[in-house]
């Protein structure tokens, strides 16, 4: 890989992992307005049944096959100078989602009522009246449309490679669906629902004026026998379903959850949530921002590239990733003692979410890798891999979950099951990619790793001797996250420091763009 493609690859990476943060952040202050603008009543419970149904329609049914089936197949295209003949099968596939999702509205719209009841015993909401939820419902269907068209667009950009356009998107709607709770609770909650149903709106629109340049082969035809289209169609079916194989296992780790008593539910859950947090960013960015470098690689024949693609992001998400993990195992009591929020999140289940994310730190590693993997096989028309392998690890899943559920390990178990589920995933994707290519540097992934963990076991020692030194639950919220954000910076600069006598090139690339970044600075 060229130190030009390095740099590409990296600085995409860098713009499509700031965006996520900026999400997850709008998203948090979304989430954060509906408790106390909207209320813990029935008003508040029913726009989150609403809200969630709607979101989990559109997961389900558009979110992961986007990425899997039409960024690779359009990439293609556009790496052998064949970009018309590349929308037509974009144009069929755009079609054809778009109509398959105004039948989904229309069944959601007419529906509704029945879709409420079920979701209100599966999300345990114990809603007494339904009729509020069902309307909030009706309004918010409709978004699910503009969000597969905002979505539709974004893999259309990503393609093109325009990366940064496309990044913010998701930003724009939670800022406006935050907006709308906050401006527009006064005129009953129903108003709210409008206004988040218009920024989905906004957000396909956004998203559609970057690209509105690209779309100039679209057609409002069906090419039903191009192979671009059939190899869409044959990546987006199996794709939908591996995409969601991280959400199965923890529906299925959560399901055993309860058995455990009172408060285990709510640690479990806030554990869960933040290991999430550096996973999407570090993991889900450099997929992103890797998936049409790859799926060019391999339309015009280098395999080399393409594994050396491969190879740096791998890398790059073990050397975010591995010292992360490290991080939440020492840290794991003062990071749940920020989540701490209320008196009702008991000390016995801050303990317990302690333990959970001491576990799951095992797996913001190993499915880090499993979602680079998933899009490499993505970027060679291959989705049934993933979803296989991905079924055979469920299916461990709920072997390990059961048996751990019978030891002394408590509810932590369940964490512990669903890392190594995730960890026998990442090796049988690894060992099946590494045979199926014919050799992807499994050799040199082992020796960086060995670098990694010294320089993150190093960092951690730091972290745990100066933690153990102070008394972090007796200061304020306030004096805690500075606190943090100070055991945040020294570790970076002890791990840093150990990875740039270790000769990781990881580091010194970081360091080199720091100083390029700061004589741009300084120079004016």
């Given at each position: 890989?060229?130190?030009?493609?390095?740099?590409?690859?990296t600085?995409?990476?860098?713009?499509?992992?700031?965006?996520?943060?900026?999400?997850?952040?709008?998203?948090?202050?979304?989430?954060?307005?509906?408790?106390?603008?909207?209320?813990?009543?029935?008003?508040?419970?029913?726009?989150?049944?609403?809200?969630?149904?709607?979101?989990?329609?559109?997961?389900?049914?558009?979110?992961?096959?986007?990425?899997?089936?039409?960024?690779?197949?359009?990439?293609?295209?556009?790496?052998?100078?064949?970009?018309?003949?590349g929308?037509?099968?974009?144009?069929?596939?755009?079609?054809?989602?778009?109509?398959?999702?105004?039948?989904?509205?229309?069944?959601?719209?007419?529906?509704?009522?029945?879709?409420?009841?079920?979701?209100?015993?599966?999300?345990?909401?114990?809603?007494?009246?339904?009729?509020?939820?069902?309307?909030?419902?009706?309004?918010?269907?409709?978004?699910?449309?503009?969000?597969?068209?905002?979505?539709?667009?974004?893999?259309?950009?990503?393609?093109?490679n325009?990366?940064?356009?496309?990044?913010?998107?998701?930003?724009?709607?939670?800022?406006?669906?935050?907006?709308?709770?906050?401006?527009?609770?006064?005129?009953?909650?129903?108003?709210v629902a409008v206004?988040?149903?218009?920024?989905?709106?906004?957000?396909f629109?956004y998203?559609?004026?970057?690209?509105?340049?690209?779309?100039?082969?679209?057609k409002?035809?069906?090419?039903?026998?191009?192979?671009?289209?059939?190899?869409?169609?044959?990546?987006?079916v199996?794709?939908?379903?591996?995409?969601?194989?991280?959400?199965?296992?923890?529906?299925?780790?959560?399901?055993?959850?309860?058995?455990?008593?009172?408060?285990?539910?709510?640690?479990?859950?806030?554990?869960?949530?933040?290991?999430?947090?550096?996973?999407?960013?570090?993991?889900?960015?450099?997929?992103?921002?890797?998936?049409?470098?790859?799926?060019?690689?391999?339309?015009?024949?280098?395999?080399?590239?393409?594994?050396?693609?491969?190879?740096?992001?791998?890398?790059?998400?073990?050397?975010?990733?591995?010292?992360?993990?490290?991080?939440?195992?020492?840290?794991?009591?003062?990071?749940?003692?920020?989540f701490k929020?209320?008196?009702?999140?008991?000390?016995?289940?801050?303990?317990?979410?302690?333990?959970?994310?001491?576990?799951?730190?095992?797996?913001?590693?190993?499915?880090?890798?499993?979602?680079?993997l998933?899009?490499?096989?993505?970027?060679?028309?291959?989705?049934?891999?993933?979803?296989?392998i991905?079924?055979?690890?469920?299916?461990?899943?709920?072997?390990?979950?059961?048996?751990?559920?019978?030891?002394?390990?408590?509810?932590?178990?369940?964490?512990?099951?669903?890392?190594?589920?995730?960890?026998?995933?990442?090796?049988?994707?690894?060992?099946?990619?590494?045979?199926?290519?014919?050799?992807?540097?499994?050799?040199?992934?082992?020796?960086?790793?060995?670098?990694?963990?010294?320089?993150?076991?190093?960092?951690?020692?730091?972290?745990?001797?100066?933690?153990?030194?102070?008394?972090?639950?007796?200061?304020?919220?306030?004096?805690?996250?500075?606190?943090?954000?100070?055991?945040?910076?020294?570790?970076?600069?002890?791990?840093?420091?150990?990875?740039?006598?270790?000769?990781?090139?990881e580091?010194?690339?970081?360091?080199?763009?720091?100083?390029?970044?700061?004589?741009?600075?300084?120079?004016?």
């Open positions: 890989m060229s130190p030009v493609q390095k740099k590409k690859l600085k995409t990476a860098l713009i499509v992992m700031m965006s996520i943060v900026l999400s997850r952040i709008t998203g948090f202050l979304r989430e954060i307005l509906i408790p106390n603008i909207l209320g813990t009543n029935e008003v508040g419970d029913a726009y989150v049944i609403a809200f969630r149904i709607t979101g989990l329609m559109y997961d389900l049914l558009v979110g992961g096959a986007i990425a899997a089936a039409l960024i690779p197949v359009l990439s293609g295209y556009l790496a052998r100078d064949e970009e018309e003949e929308w037509k099968a974009v144009s069929t596939f755009l079609n054809i989602v778009f109509i398959a999702m105004i039948f989904t509205c229309a069944l959601g719209v007419i529906f509704a009522p029945q879709i409420v009841s079920f979701s209100n015993d599966v999300f345990n909401m114990n809603l007494k009246s339904l009729g509020l939820a069902v309307r909030l419902t009706r309004i918010l269907f409709p978004s699910v449309a503009f969000l597969m068209l905002a979505g539709i667009t974004n893999g259309i950009l990503n393609s093109y325009k990366f940064a356009a496309a990044a913010y998107g998701p930003s724009i709607y939670n800022i406006g669906s935050a907006l709308s709770i906050l401006l527009l609770s006064r005129f009953g909650v129903e108003a206004g988040v149903m218009a920024s989905s709106i906004i957000y629109l998203q559609f004026a970057f690209g509105f340049k690209n779309f100039k082969f679209y409002l035809s069906f090419f039903w026998k191009h192979v671009g289209f059939k190899k869409m169609f044959a990546l987006a199996p794709s939908l379903a591996s995409s969601s194989i991280v959400q199965i296992n923890i529906i299925i780790t959560t399901f055993f959850v309860p058995f455990f008593g009172t408060g285990n539910v709510t640690a479990f859950q806030t554990a869960d949530r933040i290991w999430q947090m550096p996973y999407g960013v570090f993991a889900q960015g450099m997929g992103i921002a890797m998936l049409p470098m790859l799926s060019a690689n391999l339309a015009i024949g280098e395999i080399a590239q393409y594994k050396n693609t491969l190879l740096k992001g791998l890398k790059t998400v073990l050397f975010l990733t591995v010292p992360s993990a490290i991080a939440f195992v020492v840290l794991k009591d003062p990071v749940i003692s920020i929020l209320s008196k009702k999140f008991s000390d016995f289940a801050a303990m317990n979410a302690g333990n959970i994310l001491m576990f799951f730190s095992i797996a913001l590693i190993t499915q880090s890798v499993v979602t680079i998933n899009r490499a096989f993505y970027a060679d028309n291959d989705a049934k891999t993933p979803l296989f991905g079924i055979s690890t469920i299916l461990l899943n709920i072997v390990l979950s059961y048996v751990l559920r019978h030891t002394s390990m408590g509810v932590a178990g369940m964490a512990l099951a669903y890392s190594v589920a995730s960890t026998v995933n990442a090796i049988l994707l690894m060992l099946t990619l590494n045979r199926k290519m014919k050799g992807i540097y499994i050799d040199k992934i082992i020796l960086f790793i060995l670098k990694v963990i010294p320089s993150a076991l190093l960092m951690g020692a730091v972290l745990y001797a100066v933690n153990s030194v102070i008394e972090f639950s007796n200061y304020s919220k306030i004096i805690q996250f500075v606190i943090l954000a100070i055991y945040v910076i020294i570790g970076a600069i002890i791990y840093f420091t150990a990875a740039l006598m270790l000769k990781i090139d580091a010194q690339n970081a360091v080199n763009s720091i100083k390029i970044k700061a004589k741009k600075v300084f120079k004016y």
